[in-house]
């Protein structure tokens, strides 16, 4: 789906599939079945943006599939479905990451991401001139030491080359986002506007997810200004809130039920504490209050005591979208928040039957 910014830009909002691993193709396509059908039901849209993951074993072999690439391009576009964005954010092949998945200081998370940019040059709407992929914010700061960041530095050179050479193939650009996290080296605006220092502005730039900016405990106006202060782009936002507990100690039961073994929460605390496993910070329960980086649906509240980060995700995307220019092109949002864009500075074109 696309919006308008106040000034008359274009944003384009995508909706990420569920992370569920897809083997081949006949995969992907029956997942796209699934989500156009559920969502376009919501939002009774004609043009649906989507934010699709694909595997590094899928990715590999549509990247050298031509054939293929057109065939996902067709079933795109016969659902009313467009691709903007692909997230290489897992590099799992269930979705699941963890210390032994290849970070940046590795050419295995260049290929994939290189990989991504080839196919996604195919499937983006005609009149599109550029996309974005997102990737991980560098690696997990634990073990993060000298040789790695030297490794990092010269992958990170090696993709600027690689998304150079893609666009001077094809006529259209990807830039690739680097999503900071909890625990991760990209975290806070300081880490960030450090490691951008050293990188190439025009190709790199960052994926926000909203709920980890409320994980920083940083102001999301500040955060997001130190960024733009540094010359760092925002490719993308993701309209997101955390879970947050005032008093950890009162609200044991209601944090349990978040507890997911097979998908660990950071815990965070605006003194930088910082545990990386909701199991371990309520055996432990370090002083509070607490926000831990666990997505909160966009239209329900959590449990009480426990709150949701809605302000941080509002503040942020008004001030994104409060200047002359869109702050970003591209929102990835759940279908039940594009509801509430419109006060934001975003509402939908003149005319939503646009080319794809």
């Not at 790199?204 to 409320?214: E, P």
């Not at 930088?272 to 329900?300: E, N």
């Amino acid at each position: 789906m696309r919006l308008r910014h106040h000034r008359g830009r274009v944003v384009h909002v995508s909706h990420g599939t569920d992370l569920r691993p897809a083997r081949d193709l006949t995969d992907v396509v029956a997942q796209l079945d699934a989500y156009a059908d559920d969502v376009r039901s919501q939002l009774d849209a004609d043009i649906l943006g989507v934010s699709l993951w694909l595997p590094p074993t899928l990715a590999a072999a549509l990247a050298i599939d031509g054939r293929a690439r057109t065939r996902l391009r067709a079933e795109l576009d016969a659902r009313g479905l467009e691709v903007v964005t692909l997230s290489g954010l897992p590099y799992a092949e269930g979705g699941d990451e963890g210390s032994g998945i290849p970070d940046w200081s590795s050419p295995a998370r260049l290929e994939y991401t290189l990989d991504l940019a080839r196919i996604l040059v195919d499937l983006l709407p005609d009149d599109a001139v550029r996309g974005a992929v997102t990737t991980i914010g560098l690696g997990l700061r634990a073990g993060w030491d000298t040789a790695k960041e030297k490794a990092c530095s010269r992958v990170l050179g090696r993709l600027s080359g690689g998304l150079a050479e893609v666009a001077w193939q094809t006529g259209r650009a990807v830039r690739v986002g680097f999503q900071p996290a909890p625990g991760y080296v990209l975290d806070g605006s300081a880490s960030v506007a450090a490691a951008f220092s050293r990188l190439d502005k025009d190709r790199l730039g960052v994926s926000l997810d909203l709920a980890n900016v409320a994980c920083t405990w940083e102001d999301p106006v500040a955060y997001l200004d130190r960024l733009h202060g540094a010359g760092v782009q925002v490719i993308r936002a993701t309209v997101a809130a955390a879970l947050q507990a005032a008093h950890p100690g009162a609200a044991i039961e209601a944090l349990q039920g978040y507890v997911d073994s097979a998908h660990p929460h950071a815990v965070t605390t605006p003194d930088d504490g910082y545990v990386d496993d909701l199991a371990a910070a309520l055996r432990d329960i370090p002083a509070g209050p607490w926000r831990v980086q666990c997505h909160v649906p966009l239209d329900s509240e959590p449990p009480a005591p426990l709150t949701a980060t809605t302000e941080i995700w509002r503040t942020a995307i008004a001030h994104l979208m409060s200047g002359a220019l869109p702050g970003t092109e591209y929102l990835d949002i759940e279908s039940q928040g594009a509801l509430e864009l419109g006060e934001l500075g975003l509402s939908p074109p003149v005319d939503l039957r646009l080319p794809c």
